[in-house]
């Protein structure tokens, strides 16, 4: 149930006079009230009619329910969550099939003794023709969300109650039935219509979900907070890239009949094909989608999808060997999309592959993706090693996506930026009153909620060394024990750890513990600096039809001239950040210049010295962190831009000697210090050079003086 839903607070029983309340008021409603009281009387009914208590047989009621299973089933959660919010209020809710009669009634147990009076139990018919003007059958007749209160009812022997009904229909626009609240007309609440509609529209979602389930569904809204909640609009997608329906919210949001929706595709609704999208989403870290209609309003869209890959992929196929083949519908190639050969083939699992999404080309990733992929579902911890920026989440959400455990959570743990007084009760969870300011229910702890997925514990080298031993003891034995608590939690997890550290020289220092290490370190694997990849092109691609999926700009020759010399110290997040903006202020041209780029960037790619000197691949580690991809000694094209013509060449550097060779986290201090100096020591200006947070700068600045 929504925030907006549970915060509702139903009030207990007031004397309101009807009278007084404003929902009698409203023009529309006398309108529409007054329109059905004239049916009525055409259909021949009176107001001082006697309640029909003739429901339908006990036979034909099961028929009627046993046709109408899959509705109770989608409305049965949902009715008993609204019951939670009325109880006690003299109500009752109630579910209708398409006719009106009603199928399953639940409520406070002396106003289900009133209803009975007035035939409002199951098997009864409340269709107009039947009771007159009533929630339940105007609503029927209206299409629409219907509140009729007191002497509303046109037989008057109803007129002590009030109704609220929404119906529900199924994504091609069919009534299914209809879900109402009844109450006591002096208990009356403005928001009872409101949980009543919201609840309808769950019923309606969790059909379409069923209904849909193997299908693209394309989840939006035009505020991104609103996608995952009952104000987001789903469409479904067919494998022909014809739309097949779509929820409530979608048909208001666009402005559409459902008939007129099911006349659109994907490509003539919102400018694009499913083969775009499927690249965008193919990411590990996924972000929405932006789209736009016809008329240029914009839409931020999630993707679900769980069937096979070769039902939806539209555009082509591509084998190993690149070669396109033809699809089961073609649609032009979108520019900038980039060829996969895992949309044909998939995984196990009948899933896109983000392993193989990683692969653009450069050495050493590919020989990272292999290796990965061996130990893939084998139950091997993973732990990979690069400095700050270099897609280390990436990788492992990748790892979550191909695997077993996709279905569960991926819960990730920064343990550099949970203050060391609270990391505890993060990881492990805590019992109410386990310390000050704990929740007054606990919190089950972030390796609970990792429960048969991947648990990812980013920058592992900074957690403290008292909670090592913890951790230690939850990968060993399976268990968890919650701060406060006497009883242990099994849980089945998946671990990845990643660090920019030397574990092994922590080990040496004493601040690491050498059997966590050992615990961690079945695989582990190194991603190489930007510095070092031969795919920046490649990779700034990617980024960019990320950031702009329906007019992707291009990079003009000088400004890749430009990246390609530079060192990017901040890594793939530097570049990101960097291209991010430039993509904004290049809306509307066909390619990013440096006018585009923003002024700190170049100042900054002008202002580091250009030392020559290039951060080489770190050399093989006799500890078992030897078994990172490494590719020995390739050429690498100078790191940072030409200083400006009026500054003196800066001098040939010689290559430092074997013995002097740096670390890779030494090399990275080093970096971090150079841009500091290049803007005078301003944190702030650093942090947004290197893509990094200003906490992250202090951190590595104090480890590097051995704080």
């Known amino acids: 149930m929504p925030p907006s839903q549970a915060a509702v607070v139903m009030p207990t029983k007031t004397a309101t006079p009807p009278a007084a309340l404003p929902v009698a008021q409203h023009p529309a409603r006398v309108e529409l009230i007054e329109q059905s009281h004239l049916r009525c009387a055409a259909l021949g009914l009176t107001r001082v009619e006697r309640p029909d208590f003739e429901p339908l047989m006990r036979s034909d009621l099961s028929v009627a329910r046993e046709r109408n299973q899959r509705l109770f089933a989608h409305a049965a959660p949902v009715m008993e969550m609204l019951f939670e919010q009325i109880v006690n209020t003299d109500s009752m809710i109630l579910l209708t099939d398409a006719q009106g009669t009603i199928l399953h009634s639940v409520g406070d147990l002396d106003f289900l003794q009133r209803a009975g009076k007035v035939a409002l139990a199951p098997g009864v018919n409340w269709a107009e023709q039947s009771k007159g003007t009533n929630a339940i059958g105007t609503a029927l007749f209206e299409e629409s969300p219907t509140l009729v209160h007191g002497s509303e009812h046109f037989i008057h022997a109803n007129s002590f109650l009030t109704c609220s009904a929404a119906p529900i229909f199924d994504p091609r626009g069919n009534m299914l039935g209809v879900l109402d609240v009844t109450g006591d007309q002096h208990s009356y609440h403005q928001h009872t219509m409101g949980l009543v509609r919201m609840s309808a529209r769950m019923i309606e979602n969790h059909w379409l979900s069923d209904d849909c389930g193997n299908r693209l569904r394309l989840h939006f809204h035009s505020r991104v907070e609103f996608i995952g909640t009952l104000l987001e609009g789903i469409v479904v997608i067919g494998a022909d890239g014809k ?43 996924q972000v929405p989608m932006p789209l736009s209609l016809p008329n240029g309003r914009r839409f931020h869209v999630n993707a679900r999808f769980n069937g096979p890959p070769r039902a939806m992929v539209i555009g082509f196929d591509a084998d190993e060997s690149g070669k396109a083949e033809p699809a089961a519908a073609t649609a032009p190639l979108q520019p900038g999309r980039l060829p996969d050969p895992s949309a044909a083939a998939g995984n196990a699992a009948g899933r896109l592959s983000g392993l193989h999404y990683l692969k653009t080309g450069d050495a050493q990733i590919e020989t990272t993706v292999h290796k990965v992929q061996r130990v893939l579902n084998r139950d091997i911890p993973l732990l990979i090693l690069g400095e700050t920026g270099t897609g280390k989440e990436l990788l492992a959400r990748a790892v979550h996506q191909d695997s077993n455990r996709v279905r569960q959570a991926f819960v990730a743990v920064n343990c550099a930026s949970i203050p060391e007084s609270l990391i505890e009760a993060e990881l492990f969870g805590y019992e109410d009153g386990a310390f000050t300011g704990a929740r007054r229910k606990g919190a089950p702890g972030r390796i609970v909620q990792a429960n048969g997925g991947t648990l990812f514990l980013d920058e592992i080298g900074d957690m403290p060394l008292s909670l090592q031993a913890r951790l230690l ?72 039809l990320a950031e702009c999926p329906q007019a992707t700009p291009g990079i003009s020759p000088a400004v890749m001239a430009m990246f390609e010399r530079y060192a990017w110290p901040g890594n793939i997040r530097q570049l990101a950040n960097v291209l991010r903006t430039a993509a904004v202020m290049a809306a509307g041209e066909a390619q990013i210049t440096e006018q585009h780029l923003s002024d700190d960037f170049l100042e900054d790619v002008r202002r580091v010295p250009a030392a020559g000197v290039r951060v080489a691949a ?71 050079r290197l893509g990094i947070s200003r906490n992250t700068i202090y951190r590595k600045l104090r480890w590097g003086q051995g704080g």
Do not use: W
């Not at 919210?249 to 929706?261: E, K, P, R, V």
């Not at 550097?653 to 740096?662: G, L, Q, S």
């Open 473 to 544: 003891r939850v990968l060993q034995e399976r268990c968890v024990m919650p701060l406060g608590s006497q009883k242990s939690i099994p849980v089945d997890i998946a671990v990845i750890g990643a660090t920019h550290r030397n574990l092994r020289e922590m080990i040496e220092a004493g601040s690491f513990r050498e059997d966590l290490y050992y615990r961690l370190n079945g695989l582990v694997v190194r991603l190489p600096a930007l510095r070092q990849r031969s795919d920046l092109r490649l990779v700034a691609q990617r980024i960019l």
């Open 618 to 688: 770190p050399a093989a580690d006799p500890a078992p962190e030897a078994a990172a991809p490494v590719v020995a000694d390739q050429p690498v094209p100078p790191l940072v831009a030409a200083p400006p013509a009026a500054s003196p060449p800066a001098p040939p550097v010689t290559p430092a000697p074997a013995a002097a060779a740096r670390t890779l986290g030494e090399a990275e201090i080093e970096m971090i210090r150079q841009v500091l100096a290049a803007a005078n020591g301003n944190i702030s200006v650093a942090s947004k």
């Open 243 to 285: 739309i097949l329906g779509g929820n409530r919210s979608a048909l208001d949001q666009l402005d559409i009949s459902s008939a007129a929706l099911r006349m659109h595709s994907l490509s003539s609704l919102f400018g694009t094909t499913a083969a775009a999208v499927f690249d965008h989403f193919r990411a590990p870290l």
